[in-house]
């Protein structure tokens, strides 16, 4: 009878020792699969601040260009108003000097 509750006694305590082992794996898996899925969502919070920062970056370069643009057609129309100006006191002078040449002849 002691021989066959001293067996009884070591499967259980084999049985307690499997389960805490099984019970430890357990906790050792999950430790595992919530370390990758912290790591998992820190490399997507990682790419999608790059990709803000891409994007951010393009729409300051977009900016930057329609600036340029804008100061481009500036200049030209500037450009086109001087020389407009140039001209029209080139007309005048022009006239000016026919009035003054007729007024010469006459």
Same mark, same amino acid.
Request: glycine share 2%; no cysteine.
């Given at each position: 009878?002691?021989?066959?509750?001293?067996? !009884?006694?070591? %499967?259980?305590?084999? /049985?307690?020792?499997? #389960?805490?082992?099984?019970?430890?794996?357990? &906790?050792?898996?999950?430790?595992?699969?919530? /370390? %990758?899925?912290?790591?998992?969502? +820190?490399?997507? @919070?990682?790419? =999608?601040?790059?990709?803000?920062?891409? *994007?951010?970056? !393009?729409?300051? %370069?977009?900016?930057? /260009?329609?600036?340029?643009? #804008?100061?481009? =057609?500036? *200049? #030209?129309?500037?450009?086109?108003?001087?020389? +407009? /100006? %140039?001209? &029209?006191?080139?007309?005048? +002078? &022009? @006239?000016?000097?026919?009035?003054?040449?007729?007024?010469?002849? +006459?």
């Amino acid at each position: 009878e002691e021989e066959r509750l001293a067996e !009884g006694a070591k %499967i259980a305590e084999e /049985k307690a020792a499997a #389960e805490e082992e099984r019970q430890r794996l357990e &906790e050792e898996r999950l430790a595992e699969e919530a /370390k %990758i899925a912290e790591e998992e969502a +820190a490399a997507e @919070t990682e790419r =999608q601040r790059l990709e803000e920062e891409r *994007l951010a970056e !393009g729409a300051k %370069i977009a900016e930057e /260009k329609a600036a340029a643009e #804008e100061e481009r =057609q500036r *200049l #030209e129309e500037e450009r086109l108003a001087e020389e +407009a /100006k %140039i001209a &029209e006191e080139e007309a005048a +002078a &022009e @006239t000016e000097r026919q009035r003054l040449e007729e007024e010469r002849l +006459a």
